[in-house]
Structures are given as C-alpha cells and as structure tokens.
C-alpha cells in the first residue's frame, strides 16, 4: 500500500510542476473544494477538531488564491474581492459549525474552478494571474 501511496504522490507532484497557470489555480479550487467537503462531513460528525483542521487548509488554500493574484488586470481585483468574500464564509461556517454553508462555499467555488476549466480551454485565464 505504501508504493501506491508513494506512486501517486510523486504523480501529484508532477502535475503540480508541469501545470500552467491556470491550471494551477483549477488544482487549488480542486483542493480547496476537496477541504470545504471533508470539512462538512467532520461537521456533520461532530469531528470538530477534524473541521477545522480541514477549514483551515481551505482558507490558506484562499490565501494562495489572494496572494497569487496579478492586480494590474481588473478581474483579479474582483477576484481578490471574492476570495475575501470565501474567507469570511468559511470562518464564519467554522464559528457556527454549519455543514450546509460549508457546501454552499464549496459549490460557489465549483462553479467559480468550472469558470476556469472553461478559459483553459480556450487557452485564456492568465489575466488574473501572475504565474509565480
């Protein structure tokens, strides 16, 4: 079990390096997404400690969101907004241990990363982006 767990952390891993940046910003959505989730469920099971650890991943994942921003284009100043927006929602969902606003942000968050599926394709997206 260990070999697999290696093999598919050194895929992850390589996914992660060989990503432009928009699909980069697809990945953090994905984990952040992936958080809020696992963060819902530990509500639902009163695993506090378990949500907040996974909220609190979220949020830095928000953060890196933030910090990666390149302000000379007006959307990532909507974006910054709206990330700002994400990081208070999910404090206040840790404050109020409320499993469905965890899944309200995170479904906010999937169609914001279907959004960014969309400019990928079309090759577009690093207008919000620094790519550092």
Same mark, same amino acid.
């Given at each position: 079990?260990? @070999?697999? #767990?290696?093999? /598919? ?7 992660? &390096? #060989? @990503? ?7 990945? &953090?959505? $994905?984990? *952040?997404?992936?958080?809020? %989730?696992? @963060?819902?469920?530990?509500? +639902?099971?009163? +695993? !506090?400690? %378990? ?5 609190? %991943? ?9 910090? *990666? =921003?390149?302000?000379? /284009?007006?959307? @990532? %100043?909507?974006?910054? =907004? =709206?990330?700002?927006?994400? =990081? ?9 241990? $409320?499993?469905? !606003? ?11 990363? #279907?959004?960014?599926?969309?400019? #990928? ?12």
């Amino acid at each position: 079990m260990y @070999a697999g #767990s290696n093999a /598919f952390a050194t895929y992850q891993q390589q996914r992660v &390096l #060989s @990503a432009n940046p928009v699909e980069l910003v697809i990945l &953090l959505y $994905d984990g *952040c997404i992936k958080q809020l %989730k696992i @963060a819902a469920l530990a509500v +639902e099971d009163t +695993e !506090h400690e %378990k949500a907040n650890s996974s909220m609190q %991943k979220a949020q830095r994942i928000v953060m890196e969101l933030l910090n *990666c =921003l390149d302000l000379r /284009f007006s959307v @990532a %100043k909507d974006l910054m =907004l =709206l990330y700002e927006f994400v =990081l208070n929602e999910i404090a206040s969902a840790n404050a109020s241990k $409320d499993a469905n !606003h965890l899944y309200e942000i995170a479904e906010m968050l999937n169609e914001l990363r #279907s959004a960014w599926v969309e400019l #990928s394709k079309r090759g577009i997206g690093s207008i919000a982006y620094s790519g550092e």
